[in-house]
Every structure is written in C-alpha cells, then in structure tokens.
C-alpha cells in the first residue's frame, strides 16, 4: 500500500479503485488476525480454567488442519513478497520519462504517449509529410524508433511521429471494450491536442496496419501514402481473436502481479526499466497483456467492422507500398494470398517487395531496413 500510495505513476495506473482495493485488504488483514488471536486467548483462557494449563494436544485431523494452515500460510507468504517485489519494479519503472508528452483522451479518461522529432522541411526548404509510424505487436520504441532516427540521419524523411496505443509503452490502458476505430480516434485526440496537422505518409506494421488504415480512411485528406510493413490483412483478424489464445491472455493476467517472468528476469538476467517499459520484456507488463487481450475479444467483431468499413471509404488514389516477409510468405500460403490482397487496397500501388530472408519484423535485417527506408523516401518525396 505503502509503494502505491508513495509513487506518483502507481498511483495513476492503480486508480482509486486499486487504491481502495488495498486498503480494504489491509484492513480486512487486520482485522482478520485480531480475531485469530483473540479466539486463541479465549480458548487458552478457557483450558487454563478447566485444566489448570493450556492443551496442547491435538487428534490426527487437527493435525493436517495445522498443516494445510501453514502450507495457505506459507503460500500467502511468497505471494505477498513477488506482489511487493513486483510493485518494486513498477516504481523504478516509473523514474523513466517517456521521450514525449502523454495527453488525456476520451474525455479524460486515459493519456496517450505521442512523440515527434525532425523539422516540417528538409534542407533545402521544401516542406515534406511527417511520417507518422504505428507499432505491430511490439511497441515502436522496439525497433522502428532507431529506424527512423537513422532514415533521418540518412535524409529519407525530415521528421516522424509515433504514438503508443492503449496499455503499450508509456500510454495508459484504456476502458473497455477498446476496438481498432476507437484507437485510431484517440490517437486522432492526441495529434490534435499536439497541433499535429499532417499531411501524413503512414508507415505501419503487422497489426498496426489495422490501425494505420482505419486512420487514413477517416483522415483521407491528410494523408499522402501509405507503407505498410507485412501487414496483417483483416481476414486474418480470427487469429488475434482466437479463443484458446484469449484464455492464455486471460490466464497470463491473472498471474501478472506477481511477476513470476519480471521478478527472475531483473534479479538474473539483468533485464532494465528500459526492457520492461517497451524492449524485450515489454510483452510481460500487466498493462500489454490487458491491451493484448482487449485486442483479442473485440477482433472479429468491432475492429472487424472498422477495418472493413475503412476499406470501403478509403481514397481510391491514395499511394501504397508493401513490404512482406519472405520467410512468412513461405511457411504460410494464406499470408501470400492476403498479402496479394491488400495491393489493391488503393488503385494506386507504389509497389511490392518481399525482402526474402527478413523474418515478420522486416526492419530486424539489413536488407528490411533498405528497403523500408528506400520506399519512404520515394512515398515522401513523391517520387
């Protein structure tokens, strides 16, 4: 309670209803081993009046009651310390500043993290589209952030933007249900609250194509082209819904507070606040698998109904450039096909390459990260 109630940031996530929860558990503790001790002074009270001395005796069943006692004990014991421990990490978790700033959202329900970098022309003065990057299954920070510092570097593009969805990174989770479409209006929220204007070339990768095209079809105007990373095609949405893989979430969930990956992972393999905010550990944190899990029950209903209505009223002319896995267009036949399928998102495809030997994070090779930065380059300098 004490660690909640201490840190600024524990105290936003857990909200009151957290803050509550504690503090009624605590009393309840209290109060709960108040009357244990005051049962067993009567009872000692009462052996000693009618025996002289208190009984120390027990039969074979009072025995494994004692047992089964301690064991619950014990148990309760380890579970309060990997809480503690977990809730340890989370505070030193909270002393790492997010690159950006966090604005409210949806009435002031949650803050989203929007980070931008670079000069709205180039050096010759000519005023260029901001690319505006959106994270697959991992947040953008976990690759595509170093990527594009280096395409900036490189001169491909003069600036980029990057928000974290919902429950990723430093972005809150949001309430639920949480679909695709309401993602997109909250990263809309957030662009407007930071004067964002555009015009945009969107540059998204697996899920986060979903994401991308539901926000290009409702800002047509804004948006000068698309990029798309091996995006995932919304006929293959029943693979984020899958119900086995909604339980595993669920269940992974339930277990998260006591950080039975975390607490191992920062004592002996040396993981860092960076690891478990948004790198290699980020995957474990209560908050992404909540935001894994929203994404899983509303996946072939909600955003299934977003994305399709998006590829209805998506502008027709409107540029894109795939970028797909050779090693996934190989193991699965469907990916290939769907992969097909989205060139003709637009009547005006950019082009289509498969990087043959980049696995489904296209940028992780060298040959990605060419070609990745090769085809922005042409989508923002409308070449």
């Not at 005051?38 to 009270?45: F, S, Y």
């Not at 293959?236 to 607490?263: E, N, Y």
């Amino acid at each position: 309670m004490i660690i909640i109630l201490a840190v600024t940031k524990t105290r936003h996530e857990e909200t009151w209803i957290g803050i509550a929860s504690v503090i009624w558990a605590l009393l309840m503790s209290l109060w709960t081993t108040a009357a244990d001790r005051t049962v067993q002074w009567g009872k000692t009270e009462e052996e000693e009046r009618l025996t002289g001395r208190p009984e120390t005796r027990r039969t074979l069943i009072e025995w494994t009651e004692v047992l089964l006692s301690n064991i619950a004990l014990l148990l309760l014991t380890l579970i309060g310390i990997l809480m503690t421990c977990t809730l340890v990490l989370r505070a030193l978790d909270a002393k790492v500043s997010p690159p950006g700033e966090l604005y409210w959202v949806d009435g002031d329900k949650y803050q989203i993290h929007l980070y931008c970098y670079g000069n709205e022309t180039d050096a010759k003065g000519t005023k260029l589209p901001t690319v505006l990057f959106e994270g697959g299954e991992d947040p953008v920070e976990n690759g595509l952030w170093q990527f594009a510092d280096n395409a900036i570097k490189n001169g491909s593009f003069s600036r980029y933007c990057f928000a974290d969805r919902p429950g990723m990174a430093w972005s809150d989770t949001a309430p639920s249900p949480l679909s695709a479409g309401q993602a997109a209006e909250a990263l809309s929220e957030a662009l407007a609250r930071a004067g964002e204007q555009g015009p945009w070339v969107l540059a998204s990768a697996g899920i986060g194509s979903i994401y991308s095209r539901i926000f290009s079809s409702r800002h047509g105007r804004d948006v000068e082209a698309i990029l798309m990373i091996d995006p995932l095609h919304e006929d293959l949405l029943k693979r984020i819904g899958a119900p086995g893989r909604g339980f595993m979430l669920w269940l992974r969930g339930i277990l998260s507070p006591l950080g039975l990956d975390r607490v191992p992972g920062a004592l002996f393999k040396g993981r860092s606040r960076v690891d478990r905010i948004w790198g290699k550990s980020a995957y474990q944190t209560g908050k992404q698998i909540f935001a894994k899990l929203q994404e899983n029950l509303v996946a072939e209903s909600l955003t299934k109904r977003d994305v399709t209505s998006s590829r209805a009223i998506q502008y027709p002319d409107t540029p894109i450039a795939i970028i797909s896995s050779g090693i996934e267009i190989r193991r699965d036949s469907e990916w290939e096909k769907k992969q097909r399928d989205l060139t003709h998102l637009t009547q005006n495809l950019h082009d289509w390459d498969i990087v043959d030997k980049a696995p489904h994070q296209v940028w992780k090779t060298l040959d990605g990260r060419e070609v990745i930065e090769k085809r922005l380059k042409q989508l923002v300098y409308g070449k």
